[in-house]
């Protein structure tokens, strides 16, 4: 059974940084892509950013410059190292499973979410 637990999120003032983390079990995780959501509230759920099986990565036009996202497979671990964070990330950070190598095979599986909340 996959599980996707998420940590790592919480309170920070506009300009700081904070790193998510995500840690996967059930699954061979070096064979799967991996990504990043996020849901404010009253908004949709929007991709934040991915990375393949081959540690390419796709940006969120509103994240780039600002985010990164990487993997560990020894440690079947995805980050988010989210630096210059304003109002607008503000958000419920979900991480992502993919059915395949990369981002276009859709998702399989959802974390339970954290919260990113930035405020002075």
Not at 100 to 120: A, E, F
Request: aromatic fraction near 10%; include cysteine.
């Amino acid at each position: 059974q996959v599980q996707l637990v998420e940590s790592g999120g919480g309170l920070v003032q506009p300009g700081g940084s904070l790193r998510l983390s995500c840690a996967a079990s059930g699954i061979a995780f070096s064979l799967y892509a991996m990504g990043w959501y996020r849901q404010a509230t009253g908004k949709q759920r929007e991709v934040v950013a991915s990375i393949s099986t081959g540690a390419r990565t796709n940006y969120a036009d509103p994240v780039k410059g600002r985010f990164t996202i990487s993997r560990d497979n020894t440690k079947n671990t995805v980050y988010l190292q989210m630096n210059r964070l304003n109002a607008e990330d503000t958000a419920v950070y979900y991480c992502a499973l993919y059915k395949g190598s990369y981002d276009g095979t859709g998702v399989m599986s959802w974390g339970q979410g954290t919260q990113v909340t930035v405020s002075s």
